[in-house]
């Protein structure tokens, strides 16, 4: 099973409200990735989580908060998000390299578009 | 973060072969290229992935230059399946396979 699969497809929220997106992944891949992606852009990496540690923010605004409970979910607490803040948020996992020279393909899911209003 | 650069779009015809250009002259030694597309409206896929030596897997091609400053994504024969987003990356080894996407080419196939 190749398959990253990511909760809700869609998710429409006001300002004040507190939500929360999942994405789970049964290849037993020890790094996990939060990316947004607005319209028309690339993908921009938000978060990365190995082996259920959070090792790198990418200088993301505290109104997005991942979690990691264990090496097979990942999500992303949504809180007090501007308009500003609707995107296609997409999640992806990995092997993490054991050694210096691996490198290794993500699988993405198929994302959660977000609209906040 | 390392910086490739890819034609804005290009244009081929089904079943014609489809050669997709990058230039990432400031690559280290340690970065891999690696390559993904992504469809409408769906997520990111993976492609294909090298260090110095060209790859061939059951999607493409990739031939990265002797210097390693560029590289080319071939589809030997393309579909009209194949209309999508194509980025090339450099990825660092040792920042957890951190991938930065650049804008990409957008590639259309007529029939």
């Known amino acids: 099973d190749t398959e990253v699969t990511q909760t809700p497809k869609h998710l429409v929220m006001g300002m004040t409200n507190k939500k929360s997106l999942k994405c789970e992944q049964h290849?037993?891949?020890?790094?996990m990735y939060w990316y947004k992606q607005k319209a028309k852009k690339p993908p921009e990496l938000m978060f990365v989580?190995?082996?259920?540690?959070?090792?790198i923010n990418e200088s993301v605004p505290s109104r997005f908060s991942p979690e990691c409970p264990n090496s097979s979910l990942l999500n992303l607490h949504l809180h007090a998000l501007q308009p500003e803040d609707s995107a296609l948020y997409l999640c992806a996992s990995s092997q993490w390299p054991k050694r210096d020279r691996d490198s290794y393909e993500q699988y993405f899911g198929p994302g959660t578009r977000l609209t906040v209003t | 973060d390392a910086k490739t650069t890819q034609p804005n779009s290009m244009e081929s015809n089904e079943e014609e072969p489809v050669h997709l250009p990058c230039n990432h002259s400031t690559i280290s030694g340690t970065d891999y290229i690696h390559w993904y597309r992504q469809l409408p409206s769906q997520g990111p896929e993976y492609v294909i992935h090298g260090l110095t030596s060209n790859v061939n897997n059951r999607m493409a091609s990739l031939a990265i230059a002797e210097d390693r400053k560029s590289s080319t994504l071939i589809l030997h024969r393309a579909t009209l399946r194949d209309a999508a987003v194509y980025y090339c990356i450099l990825v660092i080894y040792n920042q957890g396979g951190k991938l930065i996407f650049g804008q990409g080419t957008e590639l259309s196939v007529k029939p």
């Open positions: 290849m037993g891949h020890r790094a």
């Open positions: 989580y190995s082996y259920e540690k959070l090792s």
